[in-house]
């Protein structure tokens, strides 16, 4: 079935090449202009993905973000005017999964996309391997696709929760920024290093900051016992 993207994006020439773009690639595509009406269409016709501006008149796409994630998890592509640290950690916070800087390549959107939703079914399709991991007090459900420390849910974004699952599936190990970028999310270059090290991050804050280990240069592990 074709899967439904929503494009935000108040600025129409950018919006229009993105829908264009998208629906080339087979796309059912919506198109709104600003944070109200971007809620409202996800609310009316639910998208499998969405690709958010993040200045939007209304309310922003941090804020459509947000709101749209609190009532149903959609993986979502977060665009940004400029490389900036605070947006970037504010928006995977909110629940965005990726994200790309203004000027992008439609070939990059649309591969991203693609990567988003080949994801999000891997998820729908079931856990590999047991479905309960558990380390200390770290209890990791595929089959919910939840997650506990000590006894209380961390509520992770669908990237957060598909990397930790890759950590934990080799516990003690390192696993390079790069293998992790191909394995999580499905890209062949190694240009989105920083998106792997943003997300590390959230785990950190969400979890505690003793569960993953950095080792400068190479990659990340997780330090639990095996
Ligand atoms: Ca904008």
Redesign the pocket.
């Known amino acids: 079935m074709e899967k439904r993207v929503l494009v935000v994006?108040?600025?129409r020439t950018i919006a229009d090449a993105v829908a264009a773009r998208l629906r080339a690639e087979g796309f059912l595509v919506e198109v709104a202009g600003d944070g109200p009406g971007a809620v409202a269409a996800a609310r009316r016709t639910p998208p499998d993905a969405i690709v958010l501006?993040v200045?939007?008149p209304g309310f922003d796409g941090l804020e459509v973000c947000r709101r749209i994630q609190a009532e149903r998890a959609v993986p979502i592509l977060m665009l940004t005017a400029r490389d900036d640290e605070t947006d970037l950690l504010v928006g995977l916070a909110v629940g965005a999964d990726d994200y790309m800087v203004k000027p992008f390549s439609m070939r990059e959107l649309a591969a991203r996309v693609h990567a988003l939703l080949r994801r999000a079914a891997k998820g729908a399709a079931g856990p590999v391997g047991p479905p309960t991991l558990r380390f200390g007090d770290l209890e990791i459900n595929q089959a919910e696709r939840r997650v506990l420390r000590a006894g209380v849910e961390a509520r992770l974004t669908p990237t957060e929760f598909d990397l930790l699952v890759h950590l934990a599936a080799h516990p003690r190990t390192v696993l390079p920024r790069e293998r992790l970028l191909a394995d999580v999310w499905g890209w062949a270059d190694a240009s989105g290093t920083r998106t792997v090290d943003s997300h590390i991050k959230g785990l950190r804050r969400k979890l505690g900051s003793d569960l993953i280990r950095t080792v400068h240069g190479v990659g990340y592990a997780l330090e639990v016992e095996r």
Do not use: G
């Open positions: 994006e108040d600025e501006d200045m939007l």
